[in-house]
């Protein structure tokens, strides 16, 4: 199976599994998203980022339909955050828009 294949299926197998405790069958509730997050986040630089009101703000953010729970649409876009953070991370961007690190200042 291929790298991409791999992610596609993980992500997919990762949500049915969390889905599937508490709640509606095929959505993520409150505290199955935490409890998602927690157990499948190890790197310390993503856990520091993992807090109760972090996980209400991801909730209110990724639950577009504002029915308490995550669809599969919403769980994608969350794993996309997640993973534009990493990118900017590793390459340095994110900043504040308009504004490169490398133009010169104007004195």
């Not at 709640?23 to 630089?45: A, D, H, T, W």
């Amino acid at each position: 199976m291929s790298r991409l294949e791999n992610i596609i299926t993980s992500m997919v197998e990762l949500f049915l599994e969390y889905a599937d405790d508490e709640g509606k069958k095929k959505q993520l509730n409150k505290e199955e998203l935490k409890r998602f997050l927690e157990k499948e986040i190890q790197s310390e630089e993503f856990k520091q980022q993992i807090s109760a009101e972090a996980v209400e703000e991801a909730m209110e953010m990724i639950d577009k339909n504002h029915d308490g729970e995550i669809n599969f649409r919403e769980f994608c876009r969350c794993v996309s955050v997640l993973a534009k953070c990493y990118f900017n991370q590793k390459t340095g961007k994110g900043g504040r828009r308009g504004k490169g690190r490398d133009e010169p200042e104007d004195n």
